[in-house]
């Protein structure tokens, strides 16, 4: 019998992605940037689509069906309303956002089918419908109550809906202007970070601050109702008619204007951040407790933008009334694409859904790009790299060894993941004992602001030994505190140190995964998902007794995840990094020919 295959797009807003199912299995995902490197780009996923066909080894004829991520149509009709409502002050937003809207947006379907060279219909499904269905479908779970949250689709910022077999309904929207995603932007540009992608430095940020201004937040901003419903007071928001995210009237109210990006962070933004997050928790609890009313289900599914703020999954878990928690690791539009597709399969196609009690349907999220062992080797010869190819378990004995020696090592096999986190495919680590390692990652490799966390990995069997979860985070995006006894309590004289001083106290015997407040943004790591980078945590764990390594993603600040050999031996040569794995290959730094930027085989190895 011939295969069904139904290719699923999200473009044009921001992090542009391609998915494809074959008989309703996730074939392949991957987000465009990290192939055109990018970062968040937007186009047409050109590479990401062929990537996915070339996976199947198809053409896009044999494709049953084509979906997009959201009704550009509706989301041009909230833009319109938005500018005539507010007319003369919304002038300035639409003369920006309206040229390439009408050209680009509106006329869509013709867009898709001229880049696809596709000649069949393409649907189309509502953005948060989209998420809920990325949410849903891919989940261990039969049935299931869903929530959403981001930025803006087109009308929707949150959504309730229920998952049952092979079906979502959604059953309540929050509408624009009224958005937690929008609300967090708000105090992620008043902070001095950027819109979209900075929201996750003001969570990491939040633990240094104390929730001082919480009630003028819900004094004045909001009017937060006990269902996790709210309206935004408007009079502080600027993003309906301007180009920045808060006004004047912001900056009376919090003492100030914005920070000036690359300034120095002071205690008002950590103040500010606690408290903005706090406040998403707060919103997040008391809409997941409504959706619990609302559908009577034990399990909770989770996508959008918001679903990334671990910190607040992790309070869900422990606080809420729910029993089971599954978050799409690809929660932000990139997942769409895969959302989108799912439903085609299931609702359009009518297909029946089958589940695997406790597995979700995601691979481990190793969804993307992956080289041959010969491909590699091409590539290094090519390059005049210095390599070793070693049998596996003295591979794996050598990296645990120069981790044990503080050494950072950067870790690329296999299929790349799908979804803004590393997952041990892409990934940077390092040994977390050790108390210098968090400032020296920040600043020596990624070159990022040193207040930032690390996260660990652990072995899915000791993750209660070294932390208060006792259960499955396979996708980093729950945070849950240190074991107590594990900890280090502050002496007096330390308390009294400001903010960012007191990250070079280390908090525990895992200090370089510790956060200020003693939590962990954790991913567990099972042997039948990741077995290769199991067996290394294993390997580790033989050495030291340690079951956990510091896992960051492989890339420097502002560059998407690598993906190719090249990208990561090119990233490996511009930063501090000590030794690289590049499948079955170990290269050490101190081995390597001088490095040079520009040589011919970055282009010939380039991706196209
Ligand atoms: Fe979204």
Redesign the pocket.
């Known amino acids: 019998m011939k295969n069904q295959y139904v290719l699923g797009i999200s473009a044009f807003y921001h992090d542009s992605a391609a998915c494809l199912l074959r008989d309703g299995e996730i074939v392949a995902a991957v987000s465009e940037e990290r192939l055109t490197r990018k970062k968040g780009d937007p186009d047409f996923p050109r590479r990401a689509v062929d990537y996915c066909l070339g996976v199947a080894g198809i053409d896009v004829s044999d494709v049953s069906a084509v979906g997009f991520y959201d009704k550009p149509l509706l989301k041009f009709e909230r833009i319109l309303e938005t500018y005539l409502g507010v007319v003369p002050r919304g002038f300035r937003s639409f003369l920006m956002a309206g040229p390439l809207w009408i050209k680009d947006k509106l006329y869509i379907d013709k867009q898709l089918k001229t880049a696809l060279g596709y000649k069949g219909e393409i649907l189309y499904s509502e953005?948060h419908e989209s998420?809920a269905a990325s949410a849903f479908f891919p989940s261990p779970f039969a049935e299931a109550a869903i929530l959403t949250m981001?930025?803006v689709?087109e009308w929707a910022t949150a959504s309730i809906g229920a998952g049952r077999g092979n079906d979502i309904e959604i059953l309540e929207e929050l509408h624009w202007p009224d958005s937690i995603g929008l609300l967090y932007s708000a105090f992620t540009y008043y902070t001095g970070f950027k819109v979209n992608s900075g929201e996750y430095k003001v969570m990491g940020l939040a633990p240094y601050g104390e929730p001082k201004y919480v009630d003028l937040i819900l004094r004045e901003l909001m009017d937060l109702r006990e269902d996790g419903s709210f309206r935004l007071n408007q009079k502080y928001f600027n993003y309906l008619t301007g180009l920045t995210m808060t006004n004047g009237n912001f900056n009376e109210l919090f003492g100030g204007p914005p920070r000036m990006p690359e300034s120095l962070l002071t205690q008002k933004e950590m103040d500010l951040a606690r408290s903005v997050q706090e406040v998403c928790e707060e919103i997040m609890l008391r809409m997941a407790r409504t959706a619990h009313k609302k559908t009577g289900a034990e399990n909770l599914c989770m996508a959008?933008?918001v679903a990334l703020n671990c910190v607040g999954n992790g309070r869900l878990l422990r606080e809420g009334p729910f029993k089971n928690l599954w978050i799409q690791p690809a929660a932000?539009?990139a997942g769409?694409a895969l959302g989108v597709a799912q439903l085609i399969h299931y609702r359009h196609l009518g297909n029946a859904r089958v589940v695997v009690p406790g597995r979700d349907s995601m691979k481990g999220a190793y969804l993307g790009p992956a080289f041959t062992v010969d491909e590699i080797e091409a590539f290094l010869t090519a390059t005049g790299a210095a390599y070793r190819r070693l049998e596996e378990p003295t591979l794996l004995d050598s990296v645990a060894q120069l981790l044990a020696e503080e050494k950072i090592v950067g870790w690329f096999d296999g299929r790349m993941e799908f979804g803004p986190r590393a997952l041990g495919a892409r990934s940077i680590l390092g040994d977390p004992r050790s108390p210098r390692m968090q400032a020296q990652m920040n600043i020596k490799i990624k070159f990022r602001e040193g207040f930032r966390p690390f996260a660990p990995s652990v072995l899915r069997e000791r993750v209660a030994d070294y932390f208060e979860l006792d259960g499955d985070s396979p996708y980093m995006l729950l945070v849950a505190p240190v074991q107590e006894h594990r900890r280090v309590p502050l002496t007096a004289a330390q308390h009294e140190l400001w903010g960012i001083d007191k990250l070079n106290v280390p908090r525990s015997d895992i200090p370089a995964v510790t956060h200020i407040d003693y939590s962990a943004r954790i991913q567990t790591v099972s042997r039948d998902t990741s077995p290769r980078y199991y067996d290394l945590i294993k390997a580790f764990e033989r050495r030291t007794g340690c079951g956990v390594v510091v896992n960051t993603s492989f890339n420097v600040r502002g560059e998407p995840i690598v993906c190719t050999p090249g990208d990561a031996y090119r990233c490996f040569m511009r930063t501090n990094i000590d030794a690289l794995v590049l499948g079955p290959f170990l290269l050490e730094k101190n081995a390597q020919p001088e490095w040079k930027e520009d040589l011919e085989w970055q282009k010939e190895f380039q991706l196209d």
């Open positions: 953005h998420h981001d930025g689709g959008g933008g932000g539009d769409g």
